[in-house]
């Protein structure tokens, strides 16, 4: 898989996120140099991908592969930077066996992987209902879970602009954590819903109140 514009394409990133957003990073200690693992964050915007690779991965020479939605592929110049830098396509609401397939073997050659776990973008900032997508890999692969909270990120391009509004923005590193590993047979939907519960308990904690649901695991009572 080709990733040569990750680590430059972060740099970039760092660069503007620091002097149009005065970004901070808390917690990049906790990204482990070597192994795999899962990050597990949420989504407020299309510059998360880049932000969360910059502060993540790149501030420990790491390359994270992110799974994205199939139609990002054929948009022009943003695709073929994504297949560049590591990306890896899905197509979002048809379990696609494919990508589950692709994310077991990259975590089993040692490789981190990113996933939003909302399975979309919250528009106005608010932690949505999480997707059991990532507490399967995690069940299946044994890898630990490095949640991320990113705020601030829905206020760069406010109502319909499409120009960046200067504002600031936090990314904070979590602990990382282990759900039970069940590398083989049917994963009961019922413990999927309470890894993702847990999974999104963690991304609410790293993000300030205003970003955080109503109630704590309500985020993933819809999974």
């Known amino acids: 898989m080709r990733s040569w514009f990750y680590h430059p394409g972060c740099a970039i990133t760092g660069f503007l996120a620091r002097f149009l957003f005065r970004a901070r ?23 998360d991908p880049p932000i969360l690779g910059w502060s993540t991965g790149h501030q420990v020479g790491r390359v994270v592969h992110f799974m994205a939605k199939i139609e990002m592929r054929g948009w022009p110049i943003v695709g073929w930077l994504a297949t560049q830098s590591g990306v890896y396509f899905v197509r979002r609401g048809e379990g696609d066996r494919a990508a589950q397939r692709f994310s077991l073997q990259a ?9 939003f776990v909302e399975g979309t973008r919250s528009r106005d900032g608010h932690l949505k209902a999480g997707k ?22 829905h206020r760069i391009f406010p109502g319909r602009s499409r120009w960046p ?5 936090r990314i904070r590193i979590g602990q990382p954590f282990m759900l039970p590993h069940g590398p083989e047979g ?8 309470e890894g993702t519960d847990r999974i999104m308990r963690e991304i609410a904690s790293l993000l300030p109140p205003e970003q955080r649901p109503a109630a704590s695991g309500s985020a993933a009572s819809n999974s």
Do not use: K, Q, Y
């Not at 059991?132 to 990120?153: E, K, N």
């Open 25 to 47: 990073i808390d917690g990049v200690e906790r990204i482990p140099r070597e192994g795999a693992f899962i990050l597990v964050s949420n989504h407020c915007s299309n510059l």
């Open 107 to 115: 975590l089993a050659d040692g490789r981190p992987l990113a996933l």
């Open 132 to 153: 059991p997508g990532a507490a399967f890999l995690a069940m299946r692969s044994g890898a630990p879970l490095i949640p991320v909270g990113i705020a601030g990120t």
């Open 165 to 169: 509004h200067p504002t600031r923005v």
């Open 186 to 193: 049917r994963l009961d939907r019922a413990v999927l819903t």
